[in-house]
Every structure is written in structure tokens, then in C-alpha cells.
Nanobody, 120 residues
Framework: QVQLVESGGGLAQPGGSLKLACAVS????????MSWYRQAPGKERELVAR????????SYADSVRGRFTISRDNAKNTMYLQMNSLKPEDTAVYYC?????????????WGQGTQVTVSS
């Protein structure tokens, strides 16, 4: 049974930092690309960052490039998103996602989401 559990969300001030974690179980984590998405109220879910299985290749949305860093610890079956220089427009529910096979990139499985609010 595939499970993804996000943690680390909360309230941050503009310019502040938060670090999200996604703990994974039920599949061979190290073989799969993993993604962070976010969804703000009234908006569609959007891709924030993606990392391949080995962690050697990452990609970012233009809106977060240079501020957010995606990483993974395959020994701990955990993915992270370090968010720095946060802006109010980063406010959203953040989801981690995993595909159903090692040859896919887009998620088929989702965590429950963690709320990130950036406000003074």
C-alpha cells in the first residue's frame, strides 16, 4: 500500500523559510521520480519541483527557481522541499506525489497535503 505523508507546513513571514518533508512507504522509493505540487485557493494544482530517483536531476517552476530546493534521502525514503525567501504568493497547500512506475514522471499517488501560509 503506497503512502505519502507530508509534514513541515505552517506560518512563515515574508522572506522566511520552511522545510517540508514527504515520508514514503509501500514502493521502491529510490527508483521513482518524486514531485512537489501546490494548490492555492481558486487555482489549479501546479508543479513546484521534481527530482529523479537518484537525485541527480532536478527541475523547478520558474516562480520558485533559486528560492526552493528539492532533495531526497533514499535511505530514509523521504523527500524534502527547502523553501527560502518565501513570498505571500507561495501560500498554498503543498502536496508530494509519486508515479505508479519507475518510467513515469507525473504522479499517480498523492499525500494529504500540508498548508503553507506566508503572511506578516
Amino acid at each position: 500500500q503506497v503512502q505519502l505523508v507530508e509534514s513541515g507546513g505552517g506560518l512563515a513571514q515574508p522572506g522566511g523559510s520552511l522545510k517540508l518533508a514527504c515520508a514514503v512507504s509501500g514502493f521502491a522509493f529510490s527508483s521513482y521520480a518524486m514531485s512537489w505540487y501546490r494548490q492555492a485557493p481558486g487555482k489549479e494544482r501546479e508543479l513546484v519541483a521534481r527530482i529523479i530517483g537518484t537525485g541527480g536531476s532536478t527541475s523547478y517552476a520558474d516562480s520558485v527557481r533559486g528560492r526552493f530546493t528539492i532533495s531526497r534521502d533514499n535511505a530514509k525514503n523521504t523527500m524534502y522541499l527547502q523553501m527560502n525567501s518565501l513570498k505571500p504568493e507561495d501560500t498554498a497547500v503543498y502536496y508530494c506525489g509519486a508515479p505508479s512506475s519507475p518510467w513515469k514522471l507525473g504522479p499517480d499517488y498523492w499525500g494529504q497535503g500540508t498548508q503553507v501560509t506566508v503572511s506578516s
